[in-house]
């Protein structure tokens, strides 16, 4: 009797192959083939998982998002909740958080021409929205916010933390760890100065 | 005689076709025979001035950022400086910025795996970093402001100005013009109130 095999797993070890070489290469980089070539499987094993080039763009940065998602679980400390653990641990400090964000960098260059995409991002970035607003909730250092505040400050953490990561990535000489969580910090200062002067 | 030629003009006028093709399509969609037949040249004639698609790009990239600039420079009141307009004439309001800012994250998904687009992005920003200071200087809302004090904040309103945009332009449903300029004007106001408690 052949070993089962563990279908979700495969899937799970060919997007994370396909995420390196996307974050490497480009979009253009992650082939069917190239991905079959460095998953060790055969082309026609790749596309049992992933229809065409496209599905396998989609399922990659959904696999980028998950990758990112486990850290900033992790980031937070047990029984409270801190907006500052969460942004920093979306910083491209770790490699596997730069990785991802090249990912995604690279499915928006797809998702400007692409409905499907944009629609995907689009629901990510409500979400991610969704997720901070939640942690600002819990924080004690944002208690004296109302709930009606916490939605735009959420967008405009995110805004935040998107922007510097732009300018990271391509700039890493100017752009050292101390100085990404140094500029992720002075936003959540400014914002808890601004509170405290209203 | 046949008339002369203007070569510079020519040249814009491809920019100008291909930008529009980036931003719709992206940038698989600029091909040089695609720029050719928009702008009813010859293909042959496409490649006396892009040698091929990188260079293609690169001068897409770098005609979208002179049309931003030449919208930025024109959002200054004469004779002061105001760094409300200038991010403001930034957003995606404008159908053309919205156009320009396609093109930058098309250029994105190809910049990272590209060290000289990469290169063009990282001195792009710098220098647009180096803008919003000196308007920083001279904006007499920010007088308080040192020179010290002005590079690190000219980063973070880029950043935020980046950020917000890569949620509107997948999310445009959520983004009217007003809630642009809004998220706009709460991270200045932050920045003043901030100012002003310390």
Redesign the interface.
Known sequence: MPAAIDHDQRRLALAEVAADLV???????ATMRAVAQAAGFSTKAVTHYFADKRALMLLTYRHAALSSQALTDASQPVGRADVAALLHSLLPIDAKVERNW?VW??????????PEF??E??DR??DFVGRIAAILASDPRFADLSAEERP?LA??L???????V??V???RE?WPPKRQIG?ID??L???A??R???
């Open positions: 974050a490497a290469g480009g979009a253009d980089a090249r960098f690279s499915f928006w260059g797809l998702a400007i021409a692409d944009a629609a991002q689009r970035v409500r735009a967008e405009d995110l805004a935040q933390l998107i922007g510097i732009t300018q990535v391509f700039d100017q500029a002075r936003a200062l400014r914002s100065k601004a405290k002067s209203s």
